[in-house]
């Protein structure tokens, strides 16, 4: 973004490079918001998403042209191009070339690495071009994403301040770091268990009810959800059933899961 921001409204077109999911898309949402709340109307901002199916199959560098073209002409000030993925049209390029040389358009493109850094750049957009590279995230800020899920007492009924756990936001970290361990599976559910029951508006807490625990504790507008993550189903039936009938006596009693 600091990159972004250095270069706009500078007579040059950025292109932001990176891997796939690096992140690009990301980055040009978030300067689309910057350019709001800057004082940009959002008539000034033409965004295209070039992987859209909004493109027709036999969408071409013409078609683009004529697009953008027709897009900056609808403004009497200075728009702002956000153009993602640039790459899946043939010869985009020339359009970028064009569109430089003869509007009042400040550009910013994203794309791979593969297929930005290639001689057609070189040939076409020669000296008119900042290549900003968009790198994932470095080892402490992927510790920055992550979830600390405090231990709830169903029995004092208050949210104790010791021995939490923490959530990747992303679990393929774990991957990267320690490889694949069957071992590994349960605990990978808990946490995208956790993830979902986050993405659905709730506040999660581990449940702890004397010296046992409850994986989730779910509260979304004052109803609770008891959660508890099950790798093995068929296992988890082979309880006795006098110490299944026990257990959830005991958090009906105390909880009122029954009501």
């Not at 968009?134 to 208050?158: A, I, N």
Request: net charge positive; proline share 0%.
């Amino acid at each position: 973004m600091q990159a972004l921001q250095t270069f706009r409204d500078k007579h040059i077109i950025k292109i932001l490079s990176g891997v796939r999911r690096a992140g690009k898309s990301t980055v040009l949402d978030l300067f689309h918001k910057e350019l709001v709340s800057s004082g940009v109307v959002e008539s000034q901002i033409i965004e295209r998403r070039y992987t859209s199916m909004d493109f027709a199959e036999n969408f071409d560098e013409r078609s683009m042209y004529a697009d953008l073209k027709g897009a900056v002409a609808l403004s009497d000030r200075k728009c702002y191009l956000l153009l993602d993925e640039v790459q899946e049209v043939d010869n985009w390029e020339k359009v970028i070339n064009s569109i430089f040389e003869s509007s009042n358009a400040d550009i910013y493109i994203t794309g791979s690495n593969s297929k930005l850094l290639s001689s057609e750049i070189s040939t076409y957009l020669s000296g008119r071009f900042v290549s900003i590279p968009v790198f994932t995230l470095s080892f402490s800020e992927y510790l920055e994403f992550q979830y600390r899920c405090r231990r709830y007492d169903m029995q004092g009924k208050e949210v104790l301040k010791t021995q939490e756990k923490f959530y990747l936001s992303d679990v393929s970290f774990k991957y990267s770091q320690l490889g694949f361990n069957t071992k590994m599976i349960a605990s990978v559910l808990e946490n995208i268990v956790y993830l979902e029951l986050r993405r659905r508006g709730h506040e999660v807490y581990i449940g702890k009810l004397g010296n046992r625990e409850i994986d989730f504790v779910a509260i979304n507008r004052g109803e609770k959800l008891y959660v508890q993550v099950c790798r093995n189903l068929i296992f988890c039936y082979r309880r006795t059933a006098a110490d299944s009938e026990s257990r959830w006596k005991s958090l009906s009693r105390n909880h009122h899961l029954t009501e």
